[in-house]
């Protein structure tokens, strides 16, 4: 199983990235999917998660609500995470993340990716 995350990069705080997680080797509409976070010097968190279907249930961590959304596309085997009004507290490398149904905060993933670097400059 591989999962493979890219859209990382520099942006201004009030811009927006949009982060791209390819999966192979598994069935991938049999997983859930999320983002989950890790800034600098502290641990890594949760901050998005949806269910196994596309246009599926979501769900978000407070500090991203309304800002971020996760959305997934079956067919390509890929999960989105759009991000807007990024701040300089977002900086953190995102790592993609498959679990056996929706992930939430408590969730402990089955797969992980290897992560991408996220930078919001003020």
């Known amino acids: 199983v591989q999962l493979v995350e890219s859209g990382g990069g520099l942006v201004q705080a009030g811009g927006s990235l949009r982060l791209s997680c390819v999966a192979s080797?598994?069935?991938?509409?049999?997983?859930?999917m999320g983002w989950f976070r890790q800034p600098p010097g502290k641990e890594r968190e949760f901050v998005a998660g949806?269910?196994?279907?596309?246009?599926?249930?979501?769900m978000y961590a407070v500090a991203v609500k309304g800002r971020f959304a996760i959305s997934r596309d079956n067919a390509k085997n890929t999960v989105y995470l759009q991000m807007n009004s990024l701040k300089p507290e977002d900086t953190a490398v995102y790592y993609c993340?498959?679990?056996?149904?929706?992930?939430?905060?408590?969730?402990?993933?089955?797969?992980w990716g290897q992560g991408t670097q996220v930078t919001v400059s003020s």
């Open positions: 949806i269910s196994e279907r596309s246009g599926g249930t979501t």
């Open positions: 993340a498959a679990a056996g149904a929706i992930v939430r905060p408590a969730t402990t993933p089955i797969y």
């Open positions: 080797g598994m069935t991938f509409g049999n997983y859930g």
